[in-house]
């Protein structure tokens, strides 16, 4: 589109480390405003090309992302894991779990929907609610105004707001 990216390599010393450093740096500029962001990944692995480097940053990041929302939304940022045991069965439940709510959302249809962990959580809470108050009516309302009344409810506290097709009495 409207971004220009250039991927320089080279091998360089630096003063703190006695061996050689894989060094892959990244700019991108905004053909546009002409405005430059720069990346710089390094690696102690000289043969690694910077295709293969770059890639291996994303992934990186891609976990650690799954990593901090499945703390954040699933309640494990309270957990203060130091030793080697408990971190790796932190870092798999936390992995499970959003592998879980991959699965759970694929539910919802488009894979293409802005979808969070979060908007899963206000989804279901919202179901719940639902059923719970449904128990407490001496008379069910038609399927047809539960669906609305699920949409409205499900999408309360989401990030990813839909507008809900309410059609009042």
């Avoid at 006695?18 to 990346?39: A, D, G, P």
């Avoid at 043969?47 to 992302?65: G, H």
């Avoid at 971190?87 to 249809?109: D, E, I, T, W, Y």
Wanted: glycine share 2%.
């Amino acid at each position: 589109q409207d971004i220009r990216t250039e991927v320089y390599q080279m091998n360089l010393r630096h003063r703190k480390f006695t061996e050689l450093l894989n060094i892959v740096c990244v700019r991108k500029t905004n053909l546009l405003t002409n405005q430059q962001s720069y990346i710089l990944l390094f690696s102690s692995d000289l043969a690694l090309d910077a295709e293969k480097m770059v890639d291996y940053y994303s992934l990186r990041f891609q976990i650690e992302f799954n990593f901090r929302d499945a703390k954040q939304y699933w309640g494990l940022q309270d957990s203060m894991n130091v030793n080697k045991t408990p971190v790796n069965n932190a870092a798999n439940l936390s992995m499970f779990m959003v592998s879980v709510s991959a699965k759970l959302k694929n539910r919802f249809g488009d894979e293409n929907t802005p979808y969070s962990v979060l908007d899963l959580k206000s989804h279901y809470r919202g179901l719940k609610y639902l059923e719970e108050t449904l128990k407490i009516l001496p008379q069910k309302p038609e399927p047809i105004v539960i669906d609305e009344i699920t949409q409205h409810l499900s999408s309360i506290g989401a990030i990813h707001y839909t507008q809900p097709d309410l059609n009042p009495g």
